[in-house]
């Protein structure tokens, strides 16, 4: 049977003499939200490029369901993993759809076009975030958040099996921050795993099933949000207060 996960084993990272991941062992699962937070500095964007294979690590493995990352073909591991960037560029004037429609490239053989189904598809997941009717705009006339919502509408028109959002929340006002992260816990309890880099805790604690917290490139803590960000640990990696209201299990940080 399959081994439906992604699981690190002793991931480190080393550039110029300076280590960014340390030693991080850890598993994602289908069907739920892992959120990853930390201070700056912490490894928090390299992780999640290890993860996604943007860059390789220099020691450790990641095995994607039972299977080293680096054995999969470009195509056949975009089926399986889809990632946001912290910042996403937009230089030339295509349409919002056709920036959807790139999600679709996995799926496309050589010279091969887009169906209608495709497009059908790349329409819904523009309605998810809140977009449609934007389809025919040019991506370089939009908002900053309006574009963040057209990337994140691209990487779930994807498909993959897991998902990995760096910052998701930038650019984004408070209604559309609340209705996405909503949006990404209705994906993992269907059946996807989510995994965001966030450095809001208080929306962390609020959406995440488990939060893994990075300090120094190293896992200090890993577990769900009211164990994983206990007050000792505020104090200690972000050196705020934070305190938990027990009825709603809601998280109020201060400084």
Same mark, same amino acid.
């Given at each position: 049977m399959t081994d439906k996960s992604i699981k690190t084993s002793g991931l480190s990272y080393r550039v110029n003499g300076k280590t960014i991941v340390d030693d991080v062992s850890f598993e994602i699962k289908r069907n739920e939200f892992l959120g990853i937070v930390g201070p700056n500095g912490a490894g928090k964007s390299t992780l999640l490029r290890l993860l996604v294979r943007i860059i390789g690590s220099t020691a450790g493995c990641i095995l994607l369901d039972g299977k080293d990352i680096s054995l999969y073909e470009a195509k056949e591991l975009y089926k399986k993993i =889809?990632? *946001?960037?912290?910042t996403s560029y937009f230089d030339f004037p295509l349409s919002v759809l056709e920036v959807? %429609?790139?999600g679709r490239y996995p799926y496309l053989g050589? %010279?091969?076009s887009e169906s209608k189904q495709d497009i059908e598809h790349a329409e819904h997941c523009l309605s998810l975030v809140d977009m449609e009717g934007? =389809?025919?705009r040019k991506v370089t006339t939009l908002s900053g958040g309006e574009q963040q919502r057209v990337s994140i509408a691209r990487v779930i028109a994807q498909g993959a099996d897991f998902i990995f959002l760096d910052e998701p929340s930038s650019h984004l006002d408070i209604h559309h921050k609340f209705a996405l992260m909503e949006l990404f816990e209705s994906l993992a309890q269907e059946g996807k795993g989510v995994v965001a880099v966030l450095h809001d805790l208080d *929306?962390? &604690?609020k959406f995440c099933e488990r939060i893994l917290v990075l300090e120094n490139g190293q896992v200090a803590s890993l577990g769900e949000p009211l164990h994983a960000l206990s007050e000792k640990l505020l104090s200690s990696v972000f050196k705020v207060r934070? &305190?938990?209201d027990p009825g709603s299990k809601n998280l109020f940080v201060f400084r």
């Open positions: =889809s990632f *946001l960037p912290q959807v %429609l790139t050589i %010279l091969e934007f =389809s025919r *929306l962390a &604690s934070g &305190s938990w």
